[in-house]
């Protein structure tokens, strides 16, 4: 039986997509600069839509640094932040509204504190940055269509969603808020051991199965690994069978099935800056 707010939330979905649903052009244009790629069947791109319009309707998507954003890549961010939650909830993103986009890496400061004591103020060029509870800032130079800054499987809207989704419990510690039938200990024991595995590999080869950057913290290596998921998801089954095993199991997809018809190459990764 369905809750008088189910039936409510249900019934205030239907009336934004009757009045709002992404345009079949402009979907189209999303799908050929990429969606495609990610082998989603009818059913799950009609899902995908859905979900992508209803996003746009609940977040504000705006330029920054002189950035004019267009229809196009409004509908663009959508999908592939839509991408993560497709077998999820649209809730999940819940809490926080607002989307920038700068044309380029942008500049963060951070307070840093030296061996004496001294805090320093530095800056860092980021081309993307989740806040807890804040907004999703993006680099639409790394963030457009065909853009893989990083090499082959990094993907900077994936990665800085997957961190707003890990950000569920809280804090982002590489623990998303966990399905009740997923085992807290399993996830800790499987994350825990291959976030030390690719330490120690990283100290004799700079070129590891995982993008090297998964290996600043445990919630950097969940956003790294959520990218390679559904980017290159038979290299991440290769290097990590039991992560891939536990984000099929969280994300309720199985992208490695959908592309098995696919050939991919499984190719080492350059370091982040």
């Not at 509870?133 to 809207?157: C, F, K, M, T, Y």
């Not at 004799?204 to 956003?223: N, R």
């Not at 991440?236 to 592309?259: M, N």
Request: charged letters at 25%.
């Amino acid at each position: 039986m369905i809750g008088p707010w189910r039936h409510w939330q249900r019934w205030s979905q239907q009336r934004q997509l009757r009045h709002g649903r992404i345009p079949v052009g402009l979907w189209e244009r999303v799908l050929d600069a990429g969606v495609d790629r990610y082998g989603l069947d009818r059913r799950e791109l009609h899902r995908l839509r859905e979900l992508a319009s209803l996003f746009l309707h609940r977040k504000v998507i705006h330029g920054a640094g002189g950035q004019q954003v267009d229809d196009f890549m409004r509908a663009w961010i959508a999908a592939e932040a839509c991408l993560l939650i497709l077998n999820l909830d649209l809730a999940d993103y819940d809490g926080w509204r607002e989307i920038l986009v700068y044309p380029g890496n942008f500049a963060v400061a951070h307070e840093v504190t030296d061996d004496i004591g001294l805090v320093h103020e530095e800056y860092s060029l980021l081309d993307g940055e989740a806040w807890e509870q804040g907004p999703v800032i993006l680099a639409w130079d790394d963030a457009r269509p065909g853009a893989h800054p990083h090499g082959e499987g990094s993907n900077v809207i994936l990665h800085e969603f997957a961190h707003k989704l890990d950000m569920g419990n809280g804090v982002a510690n590489g623990m998303p808020p966990l399905h009740p039938d997923m085992n807290r200990r399993e996830w800790t024991r499987t994350f825990t051991r291959a976030y030390a595995r690719l330490q120690r590999q990283l100290e004799h080869h700079p070129h590891a199965g995982i993008d090297p950057y998964a290996a600043e913290s445990p919630a950097e290596f969940f956003a790294v690994v959520s990218e390679e998921f559904f980017e290159t998801p038979a290299r991440l089954h290769e290097a990590e069978p039991g992560v891939y095993a536990l984000l099929r199991q969280y994300y309720r997809q199985d992208p490695l099935r959908r592309t098995s018809g696919r050939h991919s190459l499984v190719r080492p990764l350059p370091c982040r800056r």
